[in-house]
């Protein structure tokens, strides 16, 4: 007996025992996979760190961990992104929502304004450039006796009287009026349209203060809950609740929004899960469809279901048990299982069913029948299918001796579920079908799925010189292929953190993309800034010691002077004047505004002509309306024009209070910020491009590291990333690839037949690698486990193909009309099933690994179906009966 007769009959023997001790392996696999169902459930865990999917013995990653130990204030952080019609709106929404998010120190640790607080309203004046504050203490100068009236009597008529004088030819004072009347402009056509606006005075009065912007921002350390799927849900609702309580929306003209590292993981997150549960959803109603179709009977779907949901669950409990979490991209083993691992079961039902109509009519009781068909198929099968489980095993271990920890999980827990699904399919499944004794119709004898032609020496020939065409067109696009590092465009485009972070990498002023490093000493920080700050590709470099102002004796000594000049009584905004003397104070600007156009008014010219054609239009609609409806517009007029007056002066009021800064005096808000627990100062560089795209991002990291080797951040963090994962990559391939060959050299004794196995798999990494360029997929940190992984998966239809050629080659008609095509045909279905459902997934990332998996398996079936036949020899021999 040799030694495979000896596994064939081992086999038997442990089937016959799994069938007659039917009940108990099915109750004791129904017990196992309900535990497991509820140990997974309540132990794995979710890590949507980006940063972690590669391992932390990289040097890049070391310096990363290095500086956010210094700096754990930066970990973990939520950016909330404020933007306002003008910049009072912004700054006065940002006040009352910081101060609404610290009022609840169970949700937030830190709440943290860059450029707000006390500290910056007192001090403000003393970041500006000596010139800068001279140019506004003199325009403040000029401007304080129309200030000086109107917080005394800060209603529209007064208002409008001012404005009137300052456009006479004899106004005491000349100012350029091109703002206000703009501001006007605006108000006038919002209030006419039902839209919400508000003048600007923080940009009239003190356009040139440092933070005068329409977007601010709120950074918020969230205490996160590790124990809910979303850690970070209930902080990023307790800000939206904020908002919403406060009325910062788009009817107030205001615009919240939520990004940074938290929001960003927990959106990736809930898209990562919703597209992995429905992937896994639809995947099992299309393996569902496509097993019926197969097999024709609703016990045999309905068994292999079964262990497959067995099978799922038990590598989710090994998942559980012996890595513990689950990943961004390992999250996707519950899909490429379905797929895969339904194989199994395909080939020991298809086997089985073959078997029972090879004994039909021998035995009288079908208990018995189904007994021995099920000994038939599994001691038929059962090599062949360890033999798969090793092979596509393979695929997946190639990743864990790699840095890229991410798809090394992925590949240790789909690695260990085909063994899983093994270990299922030769004892689950063999139990459930003895308890469910299927029948199998005889229409199913000699069916077919395909009929094909023999292929004779000409075909053979033009498959060949086919196959070299092919091959040689996809080889000549290797050199395009690209790997695309940035995170960013493996999350959902349409996630609002994705979306807002896109806009502050494109408009805002401050990227988010920085780059960090820290020094011991104050001095040496600065001075490595220095350094920064003159390389190409740099817009600045900042230390702690940039919040300590320079010139501040001269500063003091201005700001002293207008404070005596500048002395505002806080206006006292219930004051407003009576119906018909506001709406005389409008007529008679618009008067006002007539003359003053009839003149030559230079730069001022344009923005008058603009309000005078708002105002007259404001005008004739307003005439239009009735006497109470006027005064709610009049009301409304007030509040858009004075509305954000009395908080502008109480900020100038606050800024003529300035104190000499010290980095003794900084408000602990900023040191911790600038100075780590380990006494490091930080340097932080910012570039000077859009670092959206790859290129600019190169240049930039490139240019600091000339001067600093070991700075980190966000640009080198996804740049090193791609080059470790490129790197791991290969390594994989080349792992897979070696093993693999080694497997077959061994398993076939034959360097021939092992190379018609391998051929249409390189054939099918060519046109894979190919159409990642022709259709414009770059491969990134999800996807990229695609050519090892189809390495794996692909070498088991070549197996059983090269096989069944080997032993039956020609002898019962052409090849696509064989049980064996029909088997790896609906084997290749279910596992694109499984692959394709991933494409459809909101997490970009998981979708182009989808689409990558799909196309590859797409190629490995063609190929193995057309050029492998082509590859044997076109000699007939006699036919035999026998069906394998």
Same mark, same amino acid.
């Given at each position: 007996?040799?030694?495979?007769?000896?596994?064939?009959?081992?086999?038997?023997?442990?089937?016959?025992?799994?069938?007659?001790?039917?009940?108990?392996? =099915?109750?004791?696999?129904?017990?196992?996979?309900?535990?497991?169902?509820?140990?997974?459930?309540?132990?794995?865990?979710?890590?949507?760190?980006?940063?972690?999917?590669?391992?932390?013995?990289?040097?890049?990653?070391?310096?990363?961990?290095?500086?956010?130990?210094?700096?754990?204030? @930066?970990?973990?952080?939520?950016?909330?992104?404020?933007?306002?019609?003008?910049?009072?709106?912004?700054?006065?929404?940002?006040?009352?929502?910081?101060?609404?998010?610290?009022?609840?120190?169970?949700?937030?640790?830190?709440?943290?304004?860059?450029?707000?607080?006390?500290?910056?309203?007192?001090?403000?004046?003393?970041?500006?450039?000596?010139?800068?504050?001279?140019?506004?203490?003199?325009?403040?100068?000029?401007?304080?006796?129309?200030?000086?009236?109107?917080?005394?009597?800060?209603?529209?008529?007064?208002?409008?009287?001012?404005?009137?004088?300052?456009?006479?030819?004899?106004?005491?004072?000349?100012?350029?009026?091109?703002?206000?009347?703009?501001?006007?402009?605006?108000?006038?056509?919002?209030?006419?349209?039902?839209?919400?606006?508000?003048?600007?005075?923080?940009?009239?009065?003190?356009?040139?203060?440092?933070?005068?912007?329409?977007?601010?921002?709120?950074?918020?350390?969230?205490?996160?809950?590790?124990?809910?799927?979303?850690?970070?849900?209930?902080?990023?609702?307790?800000?939206?609740?904020?908002?919403?309580?406060?009325?910062?929306?788009?009817?107030?003209?205001?615009?919240?929004?939520?990004?940074?590292?938290?929001?960003?993981?927990?959106?990736?997150?809930?898209?990562?899960?919703?597209?992995?549960?429905?992937?896994?959803?639809?995947?099992?109603?299309?393996?569902?469809?496509?097993?019926?179709?197969?097999?024709?009977?609703?016990?045999?779907?309905?068994?292999?279901?079964?262990?497959?949901?067995?099978?799922?669950?038990?590598?989710?409990?090994?998942?559980?048990?012996?890595?513990?979490?689950?990943?961004?991209?390992?999250?996707?083993?519950?899909?490429? @299982?379905?797929?895969?691992?339904?194989?199994?079961?395909?080939? =020991?039902?298809?086997?089985?069913?073959?078997?029972?109509?090879?004994?039909?009519?021998?035995?009288?009781?079908?208990?018995?029948?189904?007994?021995?068909?099920?000994?038939?198929?599994?001691?038929?099968?059962?090599?062949?299918?360890?033999?798969?489980?090793?092979?596509?095993?393979?695929?997946?271990?190639?990743?864990?001796?790699?840095?890229?920890?991410?798809?090394?999980?992925?590949?240790?827990?789909?690695?260990?579920?085909?063994?899983?699904?093994?270990?299922?399919?030769?004892?689950?499944?063999?139990?459930?079908?003895?308890?469910?004794?299927?029948?199998?119709?005889?229409?199913?004898?000699?069916? $077919?799925?395909?009929?094909?032609?023999?292929?004779?020496?000409?075909?053979?020939?033009?498959?060949?010189?086919?196959?070299?065409?092919?091959?040689?067109?996809?080889?000549?696009?290797?050199?395009?292929?690209?790997?695309?590092?940035?995170?960013?465009?493996?999350?959902?485009?349409?996630?609002?953190?994705?979306?807002?972070?896109?806009?502050?990498?494109?408009?805002?002023?401050?990227?988010?993309?920085?780059?960090?490093?820290?020094?011991?000493?104050?001095?040496?920080?600065?001075?490595?800034?220095?350094?920064?700050?003159?390389?190409?590709?740099?817009?600045?470099?900042?230390?702690?010691?940039?919040?300590?102002?320079?010139?501040?004796?001269?500063?003091?000594?201005?700001?002293?002077?207008?404070?005596?000049?500048?002395?505002?009584?806080?206006?006292?905004?219930?004051?407003?004047?009576?119906?018909?003397?506001?709406?005389?104070?409008?007529?008679?600007?618009?008067?006002?505004?007539?003359? @003053?156009?009839?003149?030559?008014?230079?730069?001022?010219?344009?923005?008058?002509?603009?309000?005078?054609?708002?105002?007259?239009?404001?005008?004739?609609?307003?005439?239009?309306?009735?006497?109470?409806?006027?005064?709610?517009?009049?009301?409304?007029?007030?509040?858009?024009?004075?509305?954000?007056?009395?908080?502008?002066?109480?900020?100038?009021?606050?800024?003529?209070?300035?104190?000499?800064?010290?980095?003794?005096?900084?408000?602990?808000?900023?040191?911790?910020?600038?100075?780590?627990?380990?006494?490091?100062?930080?340097?932080?560089?910012?570039?000077?491009?859009?670092?959206?795209?790859?290129?600019?991002?190169?240049?930039?990291?490139?240019?600091?590291?000339?001067?600093?080797?070991?700075?980190?951040?966000?640009?080198?963090?996804?740049?090193?990333?791609?080059?470790?994962?490129?790197?791991?990559?290969?390594?994989?391939?080349? @792992?897979?690839?070696?093993?693999?060959?080694?497997?077959?050299? =061994?398993?076939?004794?034959?360097?021939?037949?092992?190379?018609?196995?391998?051929?249409?798999?390189?054939?099918?990494?060519?046109?894979?690698?190919?159409?990642?360029?022709?259709?414009?997929?770059?491969?990134?940190?999800?996807?990229?486990?695609?050519?090892?992984?189809?390495?794996?998966?692909?070498?088991?239809?070549?197996?059983?193909?090269?096989? $069944?050629?080997?032993?039956?080659?020609?002898?019962?008609?052409?090849?696509?009309?064989?049980?064996?095509?029909?088997?790896?045909?609906?084997?290749?279905?279910?596992?694109?099933?499984?692959?394709?459902?991933?494409?459809?997934?909101?997490?970009?990332?998981?979708?182009?690994?989808?689409?990558?998996?799909?196309?590859?398996?797409?190629?490995?079936?063609?190929?193995?179906?057309?050029?492998?036949?082509?590859?044997?020899?076109?000699?007939?021999?006699?036919?035999?009966?026998?069906?394998?």
């Amino acid at each position: 007996m040799t030694s495979q007769q000896r596994i064939e009959h081992w086999l038997a023997r442990w089937v016959d025992l799994m069938t007659r001790r039917a009940i108990w392996v =099915v109750v004791l696999g129904a017990l196992i996979t309900l535990g497991g169902g509820w140990y997974s459930a309540t132990h794995l865990t979710m890590d949507t760190n980006n940063a972690d999917l590669i391992s932390k013995r990289v040097g890049w990653r070391q310096d990363s961990v290095a500086y956010q130990k210094a700096f754990p204030i @930066y970990v973990d952080n939520l950016a909330v992104v404020v933007d306002g019609a003008t910049p009072d709106l912004a700054s006065s929404a940002v006040k009352r929502l910081a101060k609404t998010l610290r009022s609840q120190p169970e949700l937030f640790e830190s709440v943290y304004v860059p450029g707000g607080g006390k500290f910056f309203a007192r001090n403000g004046l003393l970041y500006l450039k000596p010139d800068k504050l001279n140019a506004l203490a003199n325009r403040l100068v000029r401007i304080q006796p129309l200030l000086g009236r109107l917080s005394t009597d800060p209603t529209l008529v007064t208002f409008f009287d001012l404005l009137g004088q300052a456009m006479a030819p004899d106004a005491p004072v000349q100012l350029s009026l091109s703002p206000v009347f703009g501001e006007l402009a605006d108000v006038f056509d919002a209030n006419r349209r039902g839209h919400f606006d508000q003048m600007s005075w923080q940009g009239l009065i003190g356009g040139d203060q440092p933070g005068v912007s329409s977007q601010r921002f709120i950074i918020v350390k969230p205490r996160l809950d590790y124990d809910a799927l979303l850690p970070a849900a209930a902080p990023m609702q307790a800000i939206r609740d904020g908002a919403t309580k406060l009325h910062l929306d788009a009817a107030h003209g205001v615009r919240v929004r939520q990004t940074g590292e938290v929001a960003l993981s927990d959106e990736e997150l809930q898209s990562v899960t919703q597209g992995a549960a429905w992937g896994a959803l639809a995947a099992t109603l299309l393996v569902g469809i496509i097993l019926y179709m197969g097999l024709r009977s609703w016990a045999l779907m309905g068994a292999s279901l079964a262990s497959l949901v067995a099978g799922l669950v038990g590598t989710a409990t090994f998942a559980a048990l012996f890595v513990g979490r689950l990943n961004l991209i390992s999250i996707a083993f519950a899909v490429l @299982y379905i797929g895969l691992g339904i194989d199994y079961a395909i080939h =020991v039902c298809l086997r089985y069913r073959e078997a029972m109509l090879e004994q039909e009519g021998e035995l009288a009781e079908h208990a018995l029948a189904v007994r021995r068909a099920l000994q038939t198929a599994i001691s038929d099968v059962g090599v062949s299918l360890a033999l798969c489980a090793f092979t596509t095993a393979a695929g997946f271990f190639a990743f864990i001796p790699t840095s890229y920890s991410g798809v090394a999980e992925l590949g240790l827990i789909s690695g260990v579920g085909m063994f899983i699904s093994l270990v299922v399919s030769l004892t689950f499944l063999p139990a459930v079908l003895a308890l469910m004794k299927p029948r199998v119709p005889a229409r199913f004898r000699r069916r $077919r799925i395909l009929q094909a032609p023999f292929i004779g020496q000409r075909s053979q020939r033009t498959i060949w010189a086919g196959a070299i065409i092919v091959a040689i067109a996809c080889a000549a696009t290797l050199p395009f292929i690209s790997f695309n590092p940035s995170t960013l465009d493996l999350k959902d485009p349409n996630s609002e953190s994705v979306k807002t972070y896109r806009d502050l990498l494109a408009h805002s002023a401050h990227s988010p993309l920085t780059l960090e490093t820290t020094r011991p000493t104050l001095a040496a920080a600065q001075r490595l800034a220095g350094q920064l700050a003159a390389q190409p590709h740099v817009a600045s470099a900042r230390t702690i010691g940039d919040y300590v102002p320079s010139h501040q004796d001269q500063k003091l000594t201005t700001i002293g002077d207008l404070a005596l000049t500048m002395a505002l009584s806080p206006p006292d905004m219930s004051q407003r004047a009576g119906f018909a003397a506001r709406r005389q104070a409008v007529a008679q600007f618009a008067d006002a505004l007539a003359v @003053y156009r009839q003149g030559d008014k230079g730069a001022d010219a344009g923005p008058a002509a603009r309000l005078s054609a708002s105002l007259k239009a404001w005008q004739s609609w307003f005439a239009k309306l009735s006497a109470s409806r006027q005064r709610d517009v009049l009301s409304g007029l007030h509040d858009a024009i004075l509305g954000g007056f009395a908080p502008q002066v109480a900020a100038l009021s606050a800024s003529m209070n300035a104190q000499r800064i010290t980095l003794a005096n900084l408000p602990p808000a900023i040191r911790h910020r600038w100075i780590g627990r380990d006494g490091g100062y930080r340097v932080e560089v910012e570039p000077s491009g859009n670092l959206e795209y790859t290129a600019p991002m190169k240049a930039f990291v490139a240019s600091a590291q000339q001067i600093a080797p070991h700075i980190t951040g966000a640009p080198v963090l996804e740049l090193a990333a791609g080059r470790t994962v490129s790197q791991a990559f290969l390594q994989a391939f080349v @792992y897979a690839g070696v093993f693999i060959t080694l497997f077959l050299l =061994v398993l076939l004794r034959s360097i021939v037949d092992t190379l018609r196995v391998m051929a249409p798999l390189a054939l099918s990494g060519l046109i894979l690698s190919a159409t990642t360029v022709w259709l414009g997929i770059p491969f990134n940190f999800a996807n990229v486990i695609a050519l090892p992984l189809l390495l794996g998966v692909g070498v088991d239809s070549g197996i059983h193909v090269v096989h $069944r050629l080997r032993q039956h080659h020609r002898d019962d008609g052409p090849f696509l009309g064989t049980s064996t095509a029909r088997a790896v045909v609906l084997s290749s279905l279910t596992t694109m099933a499984g692959f394709g459902s991933l494409a459809f997934s909101h997490h970009a990332g998981t979708a182009s690994m989808g689409q990558l998996l799909t196309i590859g398996m797409v190629a490995i079936l063609v190929t193995t179906l057309i050029v492998v036949p082509s590859l044997f020899g076109t000699r007939q021999r006699p036919a035999r009966n026998k069906n394998v």
